[in-house]
């Protein structure tokens, strides 16, 4: 199940207010709006999240789960924004930081702005480099955080001495040439070229497992390491591909559909750091804690 945040919090408004028109009020957005929010996350979700009556509308037991996790959402975002508040500018440091592509352009970066507001203090570098080599360097010391990615079904134990962080969990999603037909399932995919991804990646262990599921043969042509790439060449008609919703974030997808199929899976963004006696300084914590109040605010939708 690929839950979308915003969505939940649209759900967790008609909860509170006992109806879509007063949603409506309190998210400033118009009834239809708010219907329509509903109702792709019912589809995407493939539940029913409220009964419709001539009284107003009740949420289904499926929907008060989703209601009660919008609120847990919604308390761990007030609570990342309290932290970042607090910090203070008497925290400082120098602070390395090692991550991958997609994550420095649409999260690291915007997180570097509002941390010269909240701890000028602190002096943050950035180093782009693929997740196995922010992994060494966060072991060997040249790094004191790594932002690391992992496809939800292999994830792998922390070792001793280091403590993950997650940031933010997105949906897997496929993008397929606008000149082809558009998959409405993951069976609909056994037949179709793929766009491979390097492997030791979450795409390429994510790509194995979604055509271990279509019972395909995993046919690909090319192969890429940054996404960007991947979304080029499914433009010019070379194969499909499956990329994380931050990956298609802002990207030109000119020729591009972008389908939400269920059953994709999801992709975690994490921060690793070591974790002893000595470490994580103070200047480690009020990065991560910046960066979560970053990624709480990002539309994967």
Do not use: C
Not at 4 to 32: E, F, I, Q, W
Not at 101 to 108: A, F, K, L
Not at 201 to 227: C, E, F, I
Not at 248 to 258: F, K, Q, S
């Amino acid at each position: 199940m690929t839950l979308d945040a915003k969505r939940l919090a649209v759900l967790l408004a008609v909860h509170r207010a006992g109806g879509v028109v007063a949603a409506a009020d309190l998210l400033h957005l118009t009834p239809s709006a708010v219907s329509q929010q509903i109702a792709k996350l019912e589809a995407e979700e493939g539940v029913e999240v409220m009964h419709r009556g001539p009284r107003g509308v009740t949420l289904t037991a499926v929907g008060l789960v989703l209601a009660e996790a919008a609120e847990r959402i919604e308390a761990e975002l007030v609570e990342a924004r309290k932290q970042v508040a607090t910090i203070g500018p008497d925290v400082s440091g120098r602070i390395a930081v090692g991550a991958f592509q997609t994550v420095i352009r649409s999260v690291v970066a915007p997180m570097l702005v509002t941390l010269a507001e909240v701890a000028p203090g602190i002096e943050v570098t950035v180093h782009e480099v693929e997740t196995d080599d922010a992994v060494r360097g966060v072991r060997s010391g040249d790094f004191d955080l790594a932002i690391l990615e992992h496809d939800f079904s292999a994830e792998r134990p922390v070792p001793r001495g280091f403590r993950e962080v997650p940031l933010v969990d997105e949906p897997w999603k496929l993008a397929v040439p606008t000149s082809m037909a558009v998959p409405s399932s993951v069976q609909d995919l056994k037949d179709v070229v793929w766009i491979g991804a390097q492997k030791s990646t979450a795409a390429a262990r994510a790509l194995a497992r979604v055509v271990d599921v279509a019972g395909g043969t995993g046919a690909a042509q090319h192969s890429y390491y940054n996404y960007e790439v991947a979304i080029a060449l499914v433009a010019a008609g070379q194969g499909v591909a499956l990329l994380p919703a931050l990956a298609l974030t802002g990207a030109d997808l000119t020729g591009v559909d972008v389908v939400p199929i269920a059953g994709l899976g999801m992709r975690r963004i994490a921060a690793r750091h070591r974790a002893n006696r000595h470490e994580p300084a103070p200047a480690v914590l009020a990065v991560i804690d910046v960066l979560l109040a970053q990624v709480a605010e990002l539309d994967l939708t």
